[in-house]
C-alpha cells in the first residue's frame, strides 16, 4: 500500500494556502532482501538471484559504456546523458563532461501503479519529514 502525506504549500500564482500528496519512502529495500523475496517464489537459491543481482548492473553499465540503451521489458530503459560545456573551438568540446544514468519506466509499470495502488494517508510531523 502507498504511504502519502498531505503537505501544506502556497499556490505561486495566488499565495492561496493548499495541501497536495506526497509520497512517503517507509524503508529502502536492499538487494539481499529481494533476493531472499525472489527465492521464494523460485527454485533459484538466494545466492543465485544476489549474483545475478551484482552481474545486473555490472552489465548495464557495460552497454551504456557500449552506446547502447538496455531495456528490460515490463520495467523500464535506462540511457545516459550527457552535460559539457559548449564551444566555439571544435577541440573544447569535450570539457567538464558529467554523465547521468536516466531510467524511464515502462508504460505498463506506471499504468499498473495507477490502476492497482492502493494507498493511505498518515499524518506526520515535521521531524519526522
Known sequence: MITLIKRK????????ELYYPRWVRISTVNELQLAKRMARSSTFSVGEVSGVFADFSQVILDELLNGNAV??????MFKLKVHGNSSKDKKNVGANLKFNVIFE?????VSRLNEEGE???VEVTKEKL
Open 9 to 16: 504549500g502556497v499556490d505561486p500564482n495566488t499565495k492561496e
Open 105 to 109: 519506466p515502462a508504460d505498463d509499470l
Open 71 to 76: 531495456e528490460i521489458g515490463g520495467l523500464g
Open 119 to 121: 494507498y493511505r494517508f
